[in-house]
């Protein structure tokens, strides 16, 4: 698992060093957020939690938590997912 | 549409309940199990939407997770169809009705015909039912092309035929034929003869030699402008007669003529009068197939009068519909013998002879006319006499073979 992470950040490194999309190349979490009422998550890894006033995203790494009002989860797949609803806050925790 | 889309496949709305359920919506989306609109319920519940082909899948995945699955509804094609499949009458009833529509409405209902002045439309729809257009034909079945070809052979004064099918409708665009004009034959040698007998008052040679001239009286037949035209020899010359030369007789022969028409009526005439009785029977047309609504065709009056209504069922637009209700009323009649009113038999007699008179003349007029009526022979006899002016010049060609006149 360390060793995925050490790779992980290598390509996270040799991305931003060869001035390259680090979604694309190291698979980095890559939110849009539209307004205050969509969040589009690519590359996530899956929900670990999920609540009308907030959802944690997992992105390797990294995992986000959406806190709002009315959250809903409104479409998944493997790759990409779809948070509607009033969005307050996102916070990398 | 997108509503639609999901409808189509079948959508089912069902609860996920386990420690972790957020655990389920992820392995469903490693899966490929498409899901959306899905809430939480509480902490450890949430409900979601997935196609009815996915809840297979969905419920291996919440077995496997430890999780509690719940349909909670249902909705779409494929429920409405497994509802149907316990009730096979009501199936049956639908696939009937969607195929009687489809089928139904390839069948030909109304064939109409544009186009045609001379030809009658019933000629043409007859011909037309026996290369099988007609309403109730199957219009898959038909061959437009190879119909409208067989028509115009059979029928000579069309001259083109175009066959439209628009659903249940049949249009049949016709051009009837052109007549060709008779051609005058300017070098046939011809006279010109008098068409009536009478008093010339006005004769105009344009060719030909006048044999007669204004003032003179001439009976049907008489050469009025001959087509032979002699030589003459040069005056003084002592030389006899050179020949002719035959030529086509043209001109305009004026005179006044005597016409006289008589028509006859009998005085006696057979008149029926209804005795009361009459019977009624109806039937109904379908497609051109009549279903009678009685049992017995025979008729039990002696003589009786037969009077048929239809009714047919007709569109908005005007356009019939091949339905018909036909309505016959059978009446019992009795003859008897009774004389007709002079006054109004004359009056009908006299209206056709001048009708008679007018064609016979032509562009002439009538300057003088008598009508005289009379019994004779138990006939009602009206005569007419009339004075008129008219052109009685006709050209009446030689026969083959001649080449001097008379």
Request: proline share 4%.
């Amino acid at each position: 698992m360390e060793e995925k992470r050490r790779g992980e950040r290598f390509l996270e490194r040799a991305a931003r060093g060869l001035d390259l999309p680090a979604d694309g190349v190291a698979g980095v979490p890559h939110l849009d957020l539209i307004g205050d009422q969509e969040l589009r998550v690519e590359n996530h890894r899956g929900i670990l939690s999920y609540g009308d006033t907030q959802i944690h995203v997992g992105g390797g790494r990294l995992v986000f938590r959406v806190w709002g009002r009315d959250l809903r989860l409104r479409v998944m797949n493997g790759q990409e997912l779809l948070i509607t609803g009033q969005i307050m806050g996102i916070e990398v925790v | 549409m997108k509503s639609l889309l999901h409808k189509a496949r079948g959508v089912i709305t069902l609860t996920v309940t386990g420690v972790e359920p957020e655990r389920f919506l992820n392995r469903c989306a490693r899966q490929g199990v498409f899901f959306w609109g899905s809430e939480p319920v509480d902490p450890l519940t949430i409900r979601v939407k997935l196609h009815a082909r996915d809840l297979p899948a969905a419920r291996a995945a919440a077995e496997k997770l430890m999780c509690q699955l719940q349909v909670e509804r249902e909705e779409g094609a494929p429920l409405v169809l497994r509802r149907l499949r316990r009730r096979g009458g009501f199936l049956a009833g639908m696939t009937l009705s969607l195929l009687a529509a489809a089928l139904l409405s390839q069948v030909i209902l109304v064939v109409r015909v544009e186009g045609n002045v001379r030809v009658p439309t019933a000629v043409i729809l007859t011909q037309l039912r026996r290369q099988g257009l007609r309403p109730g034909a199957f219009a898959p079945l038909l061959d437009e092309g190879a119909m409208a070809q067989q028509a115009l052979v059979e029928l000579e004064e069309l001259a083109w035929m175009a066959i439209n099918l628009k659903g249940t409708r049949a249009n049949v665009l016709v051009r009837e034929r052109v007549e060709k004009p008779a051609l005058e034959n300017a070098a046939q040698p011809a006279d010109v003869v008098a068409g009536a007998t009478g008093i010339l008052t006005h004769v105009e040679t344009w060719q030909g030699r006048a044999l007669v001239r204004e003032g003179d009286t001439v009976v049907a037949g008489d050469v009025v402008i001959s087509g032979w035209m002699p030589i003459e020899p040069p005056e003084y010359s002592g030389l006899g007669e050179l020949g002719g030369r035959a030529v086509r007789a043209e001109g305009r022969v004026e005179g006044r003529t005597w016409r006289s028409l008589t028509a006859v009526l009998p005085v006696h005439s057979q008149v029926k009068s209804p005795t009361g009785r009459e019977t009624r029977r109806f039937s109904l047309c379908i497609l051109g197939k009549r279903l009678n609504f009685y049992r017995n065709s025979g008729i039990s009056f002696g003589e009786y009068d037969k009077m048929t209504q239809v009714r047919s069922l007709t569109l908005p637009g005007g356009a019939e519909l091949p339905v018909c209700l036909v309505e016959e009323t059978l009446r019992e009649v009795e003859r008897f013998s009774t004389q007709i009113d002079r006054a109004g038999a004359a009056a009908l007699l006299e209206q056709d002879l001048r009708r008679d008179l007018a064609a016979l003349i032509g562009d002439g007029e009538v300057t003088a006319c008598q009508v005289s009526a009379g019994e004779e022979r138990g006939l009602w006899r009206v005569c007419l006499q009339a004075q008129c002016l008219e052109e009685i010049g006709r050209t009446v060609e030689w026969p083959p073979g001649q080449t001097d006149g008379a």
